[in-house]
């Protein structure tokens, strides 16, 4: 179960990076920086930047909580504990061509956010903000999307962290770190 801080945390992370943007952001590519900056700080630092499980879509992974956000926010989901965080974005959509954006209304929480977090959003960002959703696609279609999606039958699953892990390339070292970490603290 995650809990209100979690979910606290979420929330900065979401508006950190929506609020890089000077426009709105479709699905697509917010959900594929959130998945490499999870990436990266898995690499980086051992512990992950969000307790957000992600699970494969046919376009690549996506964050549970931060998508169900989005659809509270756009009014395709009704969740009480969600209905204040998703006040602090808006989604449009553009039914022609069947996409959703977002973009926020507020200003992050900085204090919720530490300086490995905030590195790794701003690097992911300055890396990636330039590609195109489907070219971020093909790149979040790593070892641990294939290995958990079913071109068959295209049914959503969970990716477990460790398969995140795994697709860092983390070594063997922080591997067990990250693993011990995981146990201790009820993840998984």
């Known amino acids: 179960m995650t809990s209100e801080k979690d979910i606290l945390k979420i929330k900065a992370v979401l508006l950190y990076l929506l609020n890089k943007f000077d426009k709105e952001v479709d699905y697509i590519k917010l959900f594929k920086l959130l998945y490499l900056a999870q990436k990266n700080h898995l690499k980086l630092y051992g512990i992950p930047l969000i307790k957000d499980d992600f699970y494969t879509f046919k376009a690549g992974p996506a964050p549970s909580i931060t998508y169900n956000i989005c659809k509270v926010a756009n009014g395709d989901l009704k969740d009480k ?65 294939k290995k958990n999606w079913d071109d068959s039958t295209e049914k959503s699953q969970r990716i477990p962290i460790m398969d995140v892990v795994d697709a860092a390339k983390v070594s063997k070292g922080m591997k067990s770190y990250i693993n011990e970490t995981m146990i201790m603290n009820g993840m998984s």
């Open 81 to 145: 504990t969600l209905k204040s965080i998703a006040n602090s974005i808006q989604v449009n959509e553009d039914k022609i061509k069947n996409i959703k954006y977002v973009c926020a209304l507020e200003k992050p929480e900085l204090i919720r956010l530490s300086k490995s977090n905030m590195n790794v959003l701003d690097f992911v960002y300055n890396k990636y903000h330039d590609h195109s959703s489907n070219k971020l696609s093909k790149i979040a279609h790593d070892s641990a999307w």
